[in-house]
């Protein structure tokens, strides 16, 4: 990891005094790095000896910060890993701008790696999580939204890059088609858990625990799996709360308190974190297809880490 972020630093320079500024503000800030260490250590249980899978865990890295600088500004977030977002300090245009900067600087270290295989899965990634974006565009402010179209929108949003992340280790080690595919569904199953242990998080949690402002899903008319089962197991008033605050975007000073109290009385929150922990189960059963050792029991660890956070 020391190598990685290394050699994120010296990626996101650049000439332009903007581009460093606004990538090292959120580089620096304190990020968990969860996805780069699991293209680390995908790549080392299955016995890797070059560097080509440091350059991907950047790059994995990179196209996670370009995403939190697109949604801050496509949320209008004001708060990032418990600092001000780039949004509010250098604008929205900056932000967007930077945002595609470090994009293009993971697609450059991607091909440096020589990789066509991880080139694709993680390229195949970026379009997901593009349409994950686009898809939870769709569904914000509509509180007639299904768990499965949610279910969708955090696979492509969130687990796709998880996914990708764990995936590319095995190729570059050149490993067995099943491990690659067990270290696939590991990423998967754990970007679904840590999406909705967040998710849980934005109403029962801490900001230090999120680094975003809590309640920020409730004041940005966002639907997630602890609102859509309140919804659905609310009374009519309870959705007329609900439409008030999401689909008209009236969030008035209390209402974050009273979703909390529908979501803790239609065990909302305690469903979400019992479906959370049950993709962590399924993330530790596909560890049981990858070489065992070390690096595999770190991986287990970083799946009791993702739900230890809600404990």
Known sequence: MSAVNELILSKAGSNVDLIPEIARHLISSGGKRLRPMLTLAMAELCGYRGDGHVGLAASVEFMHTATLLHDDVVDE??????????????GNQASVLVGDYLLGQAFKMMVDVGSLDALRILSGASAVIAEGEVMQLGAAQDIGT??????????????????????????????????????????????LAFQLVDDV????????????????????????????????????????????????????????????????????????????????????????????????????????FCIARIS
């Open 201 to 304: 998080l934005d109403y029962g949690g801490s900001a230090s625990d999120l680094g975003k402002d809590t309640g920020d899903d409730l004041r940005e008319g966002k639907i997630t799996l602890p609102v859509i089962l309140a919804i659905q197991r609310g009374q009519e008033a309870d959705r007329a709360f609900w439409r008030r605050c999401l689909e008209e975007r009236d969030v008035r000073d209390g209402d974050l308190e009273q979703a909390v109290a529908l979501m803790r009385s239609t065990d909302a929150l305690a469903d979400t974190v019992t479906r959370a922990r049950d993709f962590g189960a399924e993330a530790l059963a596909a560890l049981d297809g990858v070489p065992a050792g070390a690096h595999r029991d770190a991986l287990a660890e970083a799946v009791d």
């Open 77 to 90: 977030s004001d708060m990032r890993r418990g600092k001000l977002a780039a949004r509010k300090l250098w």
């Open 146 to 191: 299904t768990e499965a179209r949610y279910m969708d929108v955090i696979e492509a949003k969130t687990a796709a890059l998880f996914a990708a992340a764990a995936e590319v280790g095995p190729v570059i080690a050149e490993a067995d088609a099943s491990v690659r595919a067990s270290a696939r569904n590991y990423g998967m199953a754990l970007g």
